[in-house]
């Protein structure tokens, strides 16, 4: 096979590629926008229904106790901690802290909740991008007048692009929560005198269940939005240049 037919080759299977995209797209957001605006309105409707203290979770890390100084000398009660500190530093090069009640577990109220919410927002996402590409697809060359319609397109391509963006920080946020409550739980361990870092897990937790309710309910509303603008004007957006008005000029 030549070259020049080998590159022609190339270019017809793009052009079909991009036609079959464009029906897949179109297909999409007549058929699955509506049902995913119906299933995360159920979702939200069920995480409304939760109260935020239900979320509540004791973390399970001990309060210190005074020392007994009157057990065993205190010269052998040094010798002990010291031999242990050694044998750890051995293994870890770092002192390790073993709690009566095993590991500290993560919320699994919240976590539920975002093992629910992070195949939306994954999807989000990619239905956005194909929104996006799909419009960029239908929008014709550039040329002089009669581009109300290219105006539209560009509109939902700017929409579907911020949308994307914003699916993309819910992912983030999620990131962020067991990252940040890990931090806390942190200084839950080092001072567990201290009674306002356990408070503010509690305080911690309840605001995530609300970050995952507004997230869950934007979701919906940018699956009904970018549904309601596209069907509104999808003659433009699928032919944004009339005939009729392009032989005019």
């Not at 609300?210 to 004007?233: C, F, G």
């Not at 957006?237 to 392009?246: D, L, T």
Request: hydrophobic fraction near 35%.
């Amino acid at each position: 096979m030549s070259k020049a037919s080998k590159q022609s080759n190339d270019s017809k299977k793009v052009t079909e590629f991009i036609e079959e995209f464009k029906k897949e797209s179109e297909q999409l957001v007549r058929e699955t926008f509506p049902k995913k605006v119906l299933e995360i309105d159920a979702l939200y409707k069920e995480v409304k229904a939760e109260k935020t203290t239900a979320c509540e979770q004791v973390v399970d890390i001990p309060y210190p106790v005074p020392l007994d100084t009157t057990s065993e000398p205190s010269a052998k009660k040094r010798k002990t901690e010291v031999d242990v500190n050694n044998h750890n530093a051995d293994i870890t090069g770092t002192r390790v802290l073993v709690f009566p009640g095993g590991p500290v577990q993560v919320n699994k109220f919240v976590r539920d909740y975002c093992e629910k919410a992070k195949p939306l927002m994954q999807g989000l996402m990619e239905h956005a991008n194909m929104v996006r590409m799909w419009i960029n697809f239908l929008i014709p060359k550039i040329e002089d007048g009669n581009n109300f319609g290219v105006a539209i397109q560009e509109d939902v391509v700017s929409e579907a692009r911020q949308v994307e963006s914003e699916a993309s920080a819910y992912l983030d946020q999620i990131s962020r929560y067991y990252l940040q409550r890990a931090r806390i739980i942190t200084k839950i361990a080092k001072y567990p005198h201290i009674d306002d870092y356990r408070q503010s897990i509690k305080e911690f937790d309840q605001r995530q269940v609300v970050n995952l309710q507004n997230a869950i309910l934007e979701m919906r509303n940018h699956y009904a939005s970018l549904h309601d603008i596209i069907m509104k004007n999808i003659d433009k957006i699928k032919v944004p240049r009339s005939q009729r008005a392009h032989n005019m000029y």
